[in-house]
C-alpha cells in the first residue's frame, strides 16, 4: 500500500468510528426522550451513504410510535432536528443524521423513489420539463436520485418550504 493509500483508509475509519459516536450519542438522547414520553421502541444503529442513521422501531405493532412521527412526518423531522442538535452539543460538530421512526422514512423513501422515476419516464416520452410538488430537503434528495438513477438530471427551484424539484430533459 502506498502511503496515500493508507491515510486514506485511516481517514475512512476515523470517519466510521465518528459517525458511530454519532450513532451512540444519538440513541442515548432517543432513549431518554422514549422514557420522558413513556412510549415502548427499540433504537437501531447504522451507517448508510457516508451519515449515522438512527431507526425507533417496535415490536409490538403498537400505533404509539406514530405520535413521533406526526402528520406526514412534521414531528419526526422536529426530532430529527433536535437529535442533531444533542450530536452537535457533544461533539461540536454538524451532524447529518438521519432519524426515522416505525418505518415512516423507509416507506417515504420508497413512494418518492417510484414518483421520481414515474417523472423521469414522462420526462423521457414527452421531452418536456416535469415540475413536482413542494418538498422537504430529504424528499428533494431521493427524488433527484432516483431521476440521476433514469439517467436523467433534475434541479430544485423555489424558496423553502416551497422548494420544489424540476425534472429535466436529457
Do not use: N
Not at 443524521?97 to 414515474?118: Q, V
Request: proline share 3%.
Amino acid at each position: 500500500m502506498t502511503e496515500g493509500t493508507t491515510s486514506a483508509a485511516a481517514e475512512g475509519g476515523d470517519t466510521l468510528t465518528r459517525l458511530e459516536q454519532e450513532g451512540e450519542i444519538a440513541a442515548d438522547y432517543l432513549e431518554g426522550l422514549l422514557d420522558i414520553a413513556d412510549l415502548d421502541g427499540d433504537i437501531d444503529m447504522d451507517v448508510e451513504a457516508d451519515r449515522a442513521s438512527v431507526s425507533i422501531i417496535s415490536d409490538s405493532g403498537s400505533r404509539d410510535l406514530q405520535k413521533l412521527v406526526g402528520r406526514d412526518g412534521e414531528v419526526l423531522e422536529a426530532l430529527q432536528e433536535l437529535t442533531r442538535l444533542a450530536v452537535h452539543r457533544e461533539t461540536g460538530d454538524r451532524s447529518r443524521l438521519m432519524l426515522d421512526i416505525a418505518g415512516f422514512r423507509a416507506k417515504k423513501r420508497s413512494e418518492l423513489a417510484e414518483l421520481g422515476a414515474k417523472a423521469a419516464a414522462e420526462v423521457k416520452s414527452t421531452g418536456e420539463p416535469v415540475k413536482m410538488k413542494p418538498m422537504t430537503p430529504f424528499e428533494r434528495k431521493v427524488v433527484h436520485d432516483a431521476v440521476a438513477a433514469a439517467g436523467l438530471r433534475s434541479e430544485s427551484e423555489g424558496e423553502e418550504p416551497q422548494r420544489f424539484v424540476v425534472v429535466l430533459p436529457a
